[in-house]
Structures are given as structure tokens and as C-alpha cells.
């Protein structure tokens, strides 16, 4: 085996073990600041999140009608030519970008019912 490929598997472990030794690290220091301004952690862990649902509905929403959106653009409005050599993979960035634009949709449309229902229920919390 050569230098680079005994690299990558060491890399990778190495990686992975950085990843959870960050996280479980990040979680330790957070809990400690709870603590610090006198809150339970573990009442924070369990509180309700009601409009999670919601937001991952609006989130594939947006990303399919944007998929869909792409679709009908790339078959339909961006042909260029009928040639037999047309090649439809020019358009591919079409479709990352309509998925992008509609999934940002779907969370903003999700952030501004969001932010209705809480400055509405806000006295009542």
C-alpha cells in the first residue's frame, strides 16, 4: 500500500472520533452554562418543540415543488435544440438551485407562522 491510501482510512477514524469527542464536548459545556444561570438542563432537553412537524413539511415541500420546477424547466422551456447529441446534464445546477430555493421557502414560510403564533401567544406563555 502507498502513503495515500493508508492515509485515508487513519484520517477518516480520526475524523470520526473528532466529531464525536466534539460533540459530546459541546453538549458537557452547554449543560455547564445551564447550570451556571441556575436552569435544569434536563427541562430543556424535554421541552416541546410544537412546530417541528411543520417546518419539515414546508422544508420537502419546498424541495419537491422546486425538483418539479427544475423538471418542467429542463424538459420543457430549456430545450435548445432537437439535435440528437443534446445533452440535459448542462442543466443539472437547475435542480440543486430550484431544491435550494424551495426548501429555503418552505423554512421561511415555517419561521413566519412560527413567529405569528408566538407574538400572538406570547402574554399567555
Known amino acids: 500500500m502507498n502513503g495515500a491510501e493508508v492515509l485515508v482510512p487513519v484520517v477518516m477514524f480520526a475524523g470520526g472520533f473528532a466529531m464525536i469527542?466534539?460533540?459530546?464536548?459541546?453538549?458537557?459545556?452547554?449543560?455547564?452554562?445551564?447550570?451556571?444561570k441556575n436552569m435544569n438542563p434536563r427541562e430543556h432537553a424535554d421541552r416541546p418543540a410544537p412546530y417541528k412537524n411543520l417546518k419539515w413539511a414546508l422544508l420537502l415541500i419546498g424541495?419537491?415543488?422546486?425538483?418539479?420546477?427544475?423538471?418542467?424547466?429542463?424538459?420543457?422551456?430549456?430545450?435548445?435544440?432537437?439535435?440528437?447529441?443534446?445533452?440535459?446534464?448542462?442543466?443539472?445546477?437547475?435542480?440543486?438551485?430550484l431544491i435550494a430555493i424551495g426548501g429555503g421557502l418552505g423554512l421561511f414560510g415555517s419561521y413566519k407562522i412560527e413567529k405569528q403564533w408566538w407574538d400572538e401567544n406570547k402574554d399567555k406563555l
Open 63 to 97: 424541495a419537491g415543488v422546486g425538483l418539479f420546477l427544475a423538471y418542467i424547466l429542463d424538459q420543457y422551456v430549456l430545450v435548445h435544440s432537437m439535435k440528437a447529441n443534446y445533452d440535459s446534464d448542462h442543466n443539472a445546477p437547475i435542480y440543486f438551485a
Open 21 to 36: 469527542f466534539g460533540i459530546a464536548y459541546l453538549k458537557t459545556r452547554q449543560n455547564l452554562a445551564m447550570i451556571e
